[in-house]
Structures are given as C-alpha cells and as structure tokens.
C-alpha cells in the first residue's frame, strides 16, 4: 500500500459520500413529511391531539430533518473537497441526528432510524479518521 496517504483519502470519500446520500434522504424524508402534513391538514384536525402530535409537531419534524439535511448535503462536499473539517464533521453529525427524532414505534420507523444511525455513524467515523488529510490539505495550499 502506498505511504502518501491513499487509504485515508478512501476514507474521507467514502465519509462524504455517505453524508451526502444520508442528507438527500433527510431532505426528501423532511420534505415528504411536511407536504403530506399540509396536504392532509383537514383530516389531521380531527385526530386528537392526546394521539397524534399536531400539525406543529409535525411539520416542525418535517423541517427540522429538512435543514439537517442541507448541513449533511454541504458537510459531505465540504469532505469531498478536503476544505473544511468542522463543517465535514457537523454534516456527518447531522447525517445521524434524524434517527433520534421520533419515527414512531412501528417496525419500519425503527428500521428506519436505525439504518440512518448507522449510515450517519460510520460517516461520522470516515471523517474522523481522516483529519490529517484537512491539515495537509491546508499546509499544501500555504494556509
């Protein structure tokens, strides 16, 4: 294997890539969400409010997993380029976070959020891993 740092470079594209494919699906779960939601406004007044969280709940879910997606979408090129580490690692971070907003209890909410954990969890990683790669990026460039 070769020394001047292509295993890690592997790494850092694979943890943008990740990031980028986990926030286009927290951008289109988010969107989906709060366009059903308005779509189905006049049925969801009727439901309770005791066993359903609300029209709020629900399109504030919708766009909060909406924005988090933009963060994980930008994070992922920022990891492509090697530009900037913070932001890779927050888009990482953002790329697991839809898990831990509630998907319900049902067995494909749970599948779900696990599968996002996971994706996002392994970006996490990938980019961790490859911080030296953002240094030396910097130091070739004169920064």
Do not use: H, Q
């Amino acid at each position: 294997m070769d020394s001047n740092g292509s295993r890690g470079s592997g790494l850092l594209t694979a943890g943008g890539i990740l990031s980028i494919i986990g926030g286009a699906l927290e951008v289109i779960g988010g969107g989906t969400m709060v366009g059903l939601t308005i779509a189905n406004i006049e049925v969801l007044r009727l439901v309770p409010p005791s066993t359903y969280p609300g029209i709020i709940g629900s399109i504030s879910a919708g766009v909060s997993i909406f924005a988090l997606g933009i963060v994980a979408i930008i994070g992922g090129v920022s990891a492509k380029r090697r530009k900037i580490f913070g932001l890779s690692l927050a888009g990482a971070i953002c790329c697991a976070m839809p898990s831990s907003i509630s998907f319900g209890l049902s067995l494909v909410g749970v599948v779900w959020a696990t599968g996002w954990l996971i994706l996002g969890i392994l970006a996490i990683i990938f980019i961790s891993l490859s911080k030296r790669e953002f240094e030396a990026e910097r130091k070739g460039n004169g920064i």
